[in-house]
């Protein structure tokens, strides 16, 4: 089917017994990053129909979950146009060849903490994503030294492909509904 309504809102916040576990990706993702890492089970989400998205800002969350997850990119329906786009952004693959996996700030369902992801690249560099499954812009943050990022960073959004100054002990900012916000942080 594809849709947010399959990656995000189908019985949002409920796990089952059974398989699947949970009834979008994202629960799937949050709830099964207890045994993924680096050197350990590499997560993998549903095949992406990028046709069946309503905008931008859907497409880029349905691409960047599963890449901090640490899992590959499953395409089903055959991107054309500007869709393209979304799947040949070298600035994200590169956490796949990386070998980069992500962890929620918490693995919890229910609050905002499973929306906030981070994790290392092998350089030393870490990598942010702030998302928000909600209807609305709504502020997603990340207090840096709760997760042992110290010191300056250059802060970079790596779907603008831009540069956006140095962070010390805080990320912060306003995600558009269904939207993210994937940041690198180097020395």
Not at 35 to 42: H, V
Not at 78 to 105: C, H, I, R, S
């Given at each position: 089917?594809?849709?947010?309504?399959?990656?995000?809102?189908?019985?949002?916040?409920?796990?089952?017994?059974?398989?699947?576990?949970?009834?979008?990706?994202?629960?799937?993702?949050?709830?099964?990053?207890?045994?993924?890492?680096?050197?350990?089970?590499?997560?993998?989400?549903?095949?992406?129909?990028?046709?069946?998205?309503?905008?931008?800002?859907?497409?880029?969350?349905?691409?960047?979950?599963?890449?901090?997850?640490?899992?590959?990119?499953?395409?089903?329906?055959?991107?054309?146009?500007?869709?393209?786009?979304?799947?040949?952004?070298?600035?994200?693959?590169?956490?796949?060849?990386?070998?980069?996996?992500?962890?929620?700030?918490?693995r919890n369902l229910w609050n905002t903490d499973g929306e906030v992801w981070y994790?290392?690249?092998?350089?030393?560099s870490w990598v942010i994503g702030l998302f928000n499954r909600d209807q609305a812009s709504a502020?997603?943050?990340?207090?840096?030294?709760?997760?042992?990022?110290?010191?300056?960073?250059?802060?970079?959004?790596?779907?603008?492909?831009?540069?956006?100054?140095?962070?010390?002990?805080?990320?912060?900012?306003?995600?558009?509904?269904?939207?993210?916000?994937?940041?690198?942080?180097?020395?």
């Amino acid at each position: 089917e594809g849709s947010w309504y399959r990656f995000s809102d189908n019985n949002r916040g409920s796990l089952r017994g059974g398989w699947p576990n949970s009834e979008n990706a994202f629960d799937g993702f949050i709830n099964w990053s207890k045994i993924s890492g680096r050197k350990k089970i590499r997560l993998d989400g549903d095949f992406i129909r990028i046709g069946s998205y309503a905008d931008d800002n859907e497409k880029m969350s349905v691409i960047s979950l599963p890449l901090m997850a640490g899992g590959p990119i499953s395409i089903t329906d055959m991107p054309t146009g500007d869709d393209l786009k979304f799947f040949q952004n070298d600035e994200m693959l590169a956490l796949q060849k990386d070998g980069f996996v992500g962890q929620p700030l918490e693995r919890n369902l229910w609050n905002t903490d499973g929306e906030v992801w981070y994790g290392q690249m092998k350089d030393g560099s870490w990598v942010i994503g702030l998302f928000n499954r909600d209807q609305a812009s709504a502020t997603r943050s990340i207090d840096l030294t709760k997760v042992g990022i110290t010191g300056t960073w250059s802060a970079r959004d790596l779907w603008k492909h831009a540069d956006e100054g140095t962070v010390s002990d805080k990320i912060e900012a306003v995600i558009p509904a269904h939207g993210c916000k994937i940041i690198k942080l180097t020395k």
